[in-house]
Each structure stands twice: as structure tokens, then as C-alpha cells.
């Protein structure tokens, strides 16, 4: 492998994806935009495992996605898998979880990663996840991150997602959780 394309189409996430991808040597590619995988599947792998596989059978390439989420406990693990389609932009998204979380004293909430890296035939050859721990805040605070950043807030770091800088979110987020367990596979396979 030489080549991995970065199947996602958020922004945010593919400007992390390949922060944590840097360290290889590999070219990484972008999604086409018009190549969109219907996440039908009932977890965050699953649906992880289908764009991974879904993308690179389509381009005949390797591929790396990422599937993540908020689990409010409140809210019974919503909106979980539904994260990204809970609202039409971000701002709309945060402002329905405060409006469904208004005046409720449980904010505990968890952010959840899965990784998934298909090989060029569609086959999964990695798959990793992370989870980080954490709390809705009643209003944003912080300027940096994507999504729901500005509302999640990690009691040990005493900082939102969003008022930490990217060296430290990558370091302490789902989604770093799920890379750091990642990397050593990802290396071992490009030494083979
Ligand atoms: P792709 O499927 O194309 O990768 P997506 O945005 O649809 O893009 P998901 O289905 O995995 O991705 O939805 C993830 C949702 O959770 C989406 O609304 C993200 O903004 C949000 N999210 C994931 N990781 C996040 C993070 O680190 N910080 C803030 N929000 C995050």
C-alpha cells in the first residue's frame, strides 16, 4: 500500500485523519465528493466498515474511515450513530442537544470513534476504537475543533473541545484514543 484515501467528507475530521496520518509514508488521497456511503449500519464500526469497504471497492484503492458520535446519557445514548444527521449544520446540531437537554442535571456524555481501513478489494484489514469521557456544558465555550466541540467538556482537562489546543484534543480525544491503537497496527502492516 501507497496510497490511502481519506474517506470522509467533514472537514473537521479529515483535517485530523491526516494529522495523525502524517507520520507515515504514504500518499493520502481524498473521497471524490460526489461518492457518498449510506451509513446503514447499527454501530459506529458498522458503519465505519461499510464506507471503508463501500469506498474502496468503488475506487479501487485503500482507504481509511471514521464513524463517530455523542452518546448523551440523559438521552438514552442519542445521538449516537445519528450524530451527524441530528441537525442540517453544526450550529443547528448543538442547538437541538441544549434545547433537549434544557434544564437536566445529568450531562454526562461520551464521544465514540471507530476506524476502519479497507485494502483496495474492499476487504478490512484494521479496525480500532476510542472513546472519550466527558460532559454537555448548558453553552459554548471555545473557538477550535468542528462539530459538537464547543459544547464537550472534559472534567480532567477543565477545558471544552473546542478551548483545547489541536496537539491536545488529538491527544486526548475518541478519536486519538482509536489512531493510538491504530498506528502500531498500521506500521507493522506497512513494514511487512
Ligand atoms: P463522514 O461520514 O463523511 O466521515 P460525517 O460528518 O457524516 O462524515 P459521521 O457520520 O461519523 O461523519 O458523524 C459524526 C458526527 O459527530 C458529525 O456530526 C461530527 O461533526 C460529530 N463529531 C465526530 N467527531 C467529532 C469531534 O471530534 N468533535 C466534534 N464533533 C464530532
Not at 463501500?54 to 458520535?69: F, Y
Not at 479497507?118 to 469521557?133: D, L, M, P, V, Y
Not at 459538537?148 to 486526548?172: G, H
Request: hydrophobic share 40%; aromatic share 8%.
Amino acid at each position: 500500500m501507497k496510497k490511502l484515501i481519506v474517506a470522509t467528507s467533514n472537514v473537521g475530521k479529515l483535517k485530523e485523519m491526516q494529522e495523525y496520518l502524517e507520520e507515515f509514508d504514504l500518499q493520502l488521497g481524498l473521497k471524490p465528493s460526489e461518492l457518498e456511503i449510506e451509513e446503514t449500519g447499527m454501530s459506529f464500526m458498522e458503519n465505519a466498515i461499510l464506507k471503508a469497504s463501500q469506498v474502496s471497492k468503488i475506487l479501487n484503492e485503500w482507504s481509511i474511515a471514521d464513524d463517530s458520535g455523542l452518546m448523551v446519557d440523559e438521552l438514552n445514548g442519542q445521538p449516537g450513530i445519528f450524530s451527524a444527521r441530528y441537525g442540517k449544520t453544526d450550529f443547528d446540531r448543538i442547538n437541538r442537544l441544549l434545547g433537549e437537554l434544557e434544564g437536566k442535571n445529568n450531562r454526562q456524555a461520551k464521544f465514540v470513534c471507530a476506524v476502519a481501513i479497507s485494502n483496495s478489494r474492499g476487504q478490512i484489514i484494521i479496525k480500532t476504537e476510542g472513546i472519550c469521557e466527558g460532559e454537555i456544558l448548558t453553552e459554548r465555550r471555545g473557538e477550535s475543533g468542528f462539530g459538537y466541540d464547543p459544547i464537550f467538556f472534559v472534567p480532567e482537562i477543565k477545558q471544552t473541545f473546542a478551548q483545547m489546543s489541536p496537539e491536545l484534543k488529538r491527544k486526548i480525544s475518541h478519536r486519538g484514543k482509536a489512531f493510538a491503537s491504530l498506528t502500531p497496527l498500521l506500521k507493522s502492516l506497512l513494514i511487512r
